[in-house]
């Protein structure tokens, strides 16, 4: 069974999908989806494990030769993502049974546990497979869960919210398909590996700079890059809670991963970088990007939106170290994926407990929580200083080694205005401290969050703390992938 | 010479959709939109597509749009936000692809990368390696067998999220209140009614038909599926909604399209078990051919079946909600009497 | 060279009317036909490409030996299931957004929630 580890992280919970719905039973649903995804956390450890030791694995499906069928090639960052998206499913999932009961209606729990297992087997699928059409397909069977989770919020922003995403989300997928469709008209080919070798032959003809243009474009629409931004905030606020939890950690960065294996792996570092003035455009974007959204941030009054605006500035800074082109650059966006997923979901997570005991998470409703549940609101502080950057924390380190590969390439006044960024985190994380912390609390007093919550909010805590302070397993993974994608291996 | 009638054609429907105001018109539109490009496909010998767009574009998504313009309105507002930046957008864009066109293979070479490489042995050797003449169904059901299963998931996930969004809990005797209504509206039309119920055990057989003869001729499971359920659907439109939820009810219909899902997916794991891999097909039985054969009968039983419960679940959802709206306005106008 | 590319701008300016119907109209069942007409426009794109000279449709015969290429006509079999799928939720998501705001129009959407933001605040600053 080792040898087919690849599809069965994808096909496990594909299969646990349909099983769903016919348990149809909300405890049970939920159980079973529980264990699913832990199963799917233990094939991507195995996973991870092999390709450590043994490099590249690729797998055939339905033993037909590469460019032919379909293949799924695993390499170091294909592991790390597939473990990042798991391992955040499961820990997000064990909080959602009281939650789901306050935030969605009693007859849909059974959708929402297939559909929540619907969102991860389409991101798996799109970070496993080795076909650009198969990304397609996976990418826009995630998206159509997604718009059915978001819109199942509460309020009746969200279905407006889902619908803005749903026609932003399916531009961005037909322009993939347009950039799918020029490539393969240009090579014959839709397998990624087959593609970057025969690319280069024909790199310097229009159609292929179009399909460029147009592949990454669609990538960025789904990563809600600065300007393509606009949908994201109220989908993440008005979604039910704990999916704003699994997709603020996960979703952006399957898009982050999609722009880098196009970018790196399919087109090529000559062809995206010196061909295509990517460099200057994306470092432009990522750096607006991190003010323009820092500062949306501070005014937001509904502490969902704030986090939402910090998760488009901290896309920001993943874009920054992408378009340094280095493996330094490469590493630290890749670390800052990783580590942004452990904040990001612990924060939320939080929230989620917020909503579940106060019933909104508006700014204002925070009064004096800092006493009334000490231990959620501790677990947003320490998710708050991960985000500005403060030592000891995995926020820390991921700045850390932006920071160095940018003054490596001798990127000063760039390097000087990521920590003025850092800053505009302060005011922001600052503003929920204060109300959590010094103000009177008003209204009925509310108890700490219950067990079922506090146990996953505070496993992805530690780990916050723990990645902060040992950084070997999370460096060397990056750093692997990194030399790997610069290693021309796909 | 038809396929420049056929795209012109085509243009002058698109900016028909654009100028209109009536919202029936435009869906109407867009089913004409539908139609003329499956006519253009068959034009390009692509028949297996032409098949799906005719019963997709012009009649499954069309029928959708009518359902929901009875319950939101025909009437679009005059306002038109924002023209020029979607002139800007839509300039540059189209610009670009223009400016991608100009390096592109021409049209109708045999000489363009896609004919000489990849494709060239899905023709060649299809026939040795899977036996059947069909091309298309071959890669899409073999080949490239994953691609369609994730098709088979995207259409299950569609059908689950549009549960998600309108499915509602009703109480029997509500149940019964609704069916009241509708066969007060549906008497009238015996003719229709008569027609119909010779009809549909035609179209149930004319949807096995293309089932099984997928292998041979355009066709297969999705487009057997989504015949089978106009079926169900022509139905429920003229004798009631209920009385058509009575034939398959929601439960039972839920269960069909998990079946087919599972039974696709069970294949592959069919095929991991004889020690092959992922759809593996040649493991399945003794004799390779053989084997392909099975294994492509299997999924596109399974595509059908998830199929045909998915657009059965969306139809009936969306009419049930319509009948629910209806129901809660009669009230409202009692009560106001 | 003209007639070789003339195919493909017909197509471009169907998708590029579809882009346009879905950015520039406020109707929301207007925005999900422009969605289609874009993705359909690049169905026809697609299909197109797979097209050869004096080809026939890939359904092995002993007397043809020119075909079109069939793997466009599987992706694209795939794309048009995806695009019914999303015409689909879409339509579901604008029941409900009738449901709860009464109206269709983008713009009347926008200022009610806007309304209601302002409201909010408000209520929080008084606190």
Request: net charge neutral.
């Amino acid at each position: 069974m080792i040898a087919h580890l690849p599809i069965l992280q994808v096909v496990i919970p594909l299969m646990a999908a349909p099983i769903c719905l016919i348990l149809n039973r909300s405890k049970l649903a939920w159980l079973f989806a529980l264990i699913v995804s832990g199963v799917s956390c233990l094939v991507s450890i195995l996973l991870l494990q092999q390709v450590m030791t043994t490099g590249v694995i690729s797998y055939e499906l339905g033993g037909w030769q590469a460019p032919w069928g379909i293949e799924y090639r695993i390499d170091e960052l294909n592991a790390l993502m597939l473990l990042i998206i798991s391992a955040i499913s499961t820990i997000v999932l064990f909080a959602a049974p009281k939650s789901i009961d306050k935030e969605i209606v009693k007859g849909k729990h059974t959708y929402f546990y297939v559909l929540y297992l619907l969102s991860l087997t389409g991101m798996l699928g799109i970070v496993a497979t080795g076909d650009a059409f198969n990304v397609f397909v996976f990418l826009e069977i995630t998206s159509l869960s997604a718009y059915a989770l978001i819109a199942m919020g509460k309020k009746k922003q969200a279905v407006w919210a889902s619908f803005q995403y749903l026609v932003m989300g399916t531009i961005g997928a037909t322009f993939i398909l347009i950039g799918i469709g020029l490539m393969y008209q240009m090579t014959g080919t839709l397998n990624m590996q087959d593609l970057s070798q025969r690319l280069p032959e024909v790199a310097q003809t229009r159609t292929v700079f179009t399909a460029f243009a147009f592949v990454i474009v669609g990538v960025c629409l789904k990563l809600a890059m600065f300007p393509l931004h606009l949908w994201l905030p109220n989908a993440y606020a008005y979604a039910p809670s704990i999916v704003t939890s699994f997709f603020s950690a996960t979703s952006t960065k399957v898009a982050i991963y999609l722009l880098i294996r196009f970018t790196f792996s399919v087109f090529g570092l000559s062809f995206s970088f010196t061909t295509v003035p990517l460099q200057t455009l994306f470092m432009t974007l990522g750096l607006v990007g991190i003010f323009v959204a820092s500062i949306s941030a501070i005014y937001q009054h509904n502490i969902k939106h704030l986090f939402a605006y910090s998760s488009i500035a901290q896309i920001g800074y993943m874009i920054v170290g992408f378009s340094i082109s280095s493996v330094a650059g490469l590493t630290a966006t890749l670390l800052h994926l990783f580590n942004h997923a452990l904040m990001k979901s612990a924060i939320f997570l939080a929230l989620a407990a917020v909503a579940y005991r106060v019933g909104n998470v508006r700014l204002d409703s925070l009064r004096g929580l800092g006493r009334q549940m000490p231990l959620t609101m501790a677990a947003i502080v320490i998710g708050g200083l991960s985000l500005i950057g403060v030592p000891l924390t995995v926020g820390f380190v991921s700045k850390w080694y932006l920071l160095s590969a940018l003054i490596e390439q001798g990127w000063w006044p760039v390097a000087v205005l990521i920590l003025l960024g850092s800053m505009l985190a302060v005011i922001y994380v600052w503003k929920v401290v204060e109300v959590a912390y010094f103000k009177e609390p008003v209204g009925t007093p509310v108890k700490e969050a219950p067990i079922g919550f506090l146990i996953p909010i505070w496993i992805l805590v530690l780990a916050n703390v723990y990645f902060g302070i040992d950084t070997r397993f999370s460096v060397q993974v990056a750093q692997a992938a990194a030399e790997s994608l610069f290693g021309g291996a796909l | 010479m038809i396929n420049i009638v056929l795209l012109s054609l085509l243009v002058v429907v698109a900016i028909g959709i654009i100028r209109m105001k009536d919202l029936f018109a435009v869906v109407m539109l867009t089913g004409i939109y539908g139609l003329l490009s499956a006519s253009f496909f068959v034009a390009m010998d692509a028949v297996d597509v032409a098949f799906t767009e005719a019963a997709v574009g012009a009649g499954i998504s069309t029928l959708l749009m009518l359902v929901v313009i009875t319950m939101t309105g025909r009437k679009e507002k005059a306002t038109r936000h924002k023209p020029f930046a979607a002139l800007f957008v839509v300039v540059i864009t189209g610009g670009l692809l223009v400016y991608g066109t100009l390096d592109m293979p021409l049209f109708g070479s045999a000489d363009a990368p896609i004919h000489n490489h990849v494709a060239p042995r899905y023709l060649n050797d299809s026939m040795q390696e899977i036996g059947i003449p069909n091309v298309v169904t071959s890669v899409l059901a073999s080949y490239r067998a994953f691609d369609t299963f994730g098709e088979v998931v995207v259409i299950f996930t569609a059908g689950i999220g549009v549960l998600a969004m309108l499915f509602a809990h009703r109480r029997r005797e509500e149940d019964e209140k609704l069916a009241a209504i509708n066969d007060s509206m549906h008497e009238k039309h015996l003719v229709i009614r008569i027609v119909t119920k010779m009809l549909i055990p035609f179209i149930l057989l004319f949807a096995l038909y293309v089932q099984f003869h997928g292998d041979y001729g355009p066709g297969g499971g999705f487009q057997a599926g989504v015949i089978f359920s106009s079926a169900i659907v022509l139905y429920a439109m003229l004798f009631g909604l209920s009385a058509a939820r009575r034939v398959v009810n929601q439960g039972f219909i839920q269960l069909m399209a998990a079946f087919g899902v599972l039974c696709y997916g069970c294949v592959g794991i069919a095929s991991l078990l004889n020690g092959g891999n992922f759809f593996d097909y040649n493991v399945l039985s003794n004799d390779p051919v053989a084997g392909q054969h099975l294994g492509i009968l299997l999924i596109e039983w399974g595509v059908g079946v998830t199929v045909a419960s998915i657009m059965i679940i969306i139809f009936f959802s969306f009419a049930g909600r319509r009948e629910i709206q209806q129901y809660v306005e009669q009230n409202k106008n009692k009560e106001s009497v | 060279m003209l007639i070789g590319l003339f195919n493909n701008w017909v197509v471009i300016v169907l998708m590029m009317s579809g882009l346009y119907i879905v950015i520039a109209q406020g109707n929301l069942i207007k925005k999900l036909v422009g969605l289609t007409i874009f993705q359909t426009s690049v169905f026809i794109f697609y299909i197109s490409m797979a097209k050869v000279s004096g080809g026939s449709a890939p359904i092995l015969d002993q007397e043809i030996s020119v075909y079109s290429n069939p793997l466009p006509h599987v992706l694209i079999l795939t794309a048009i299931v995806v695009g019914i799928a999303t015409t689909a939720l879409g339509l579901s998501l604008v029941v409900r957004i009738k449901e709860s705001y009464g109206t269709i129009e983008e713009e009347e959407i926008q200022q009610q929630d806007n309304l209601q933001n302002q409201k909010e605040n408000k209520v929080e600053v008084k606190e």
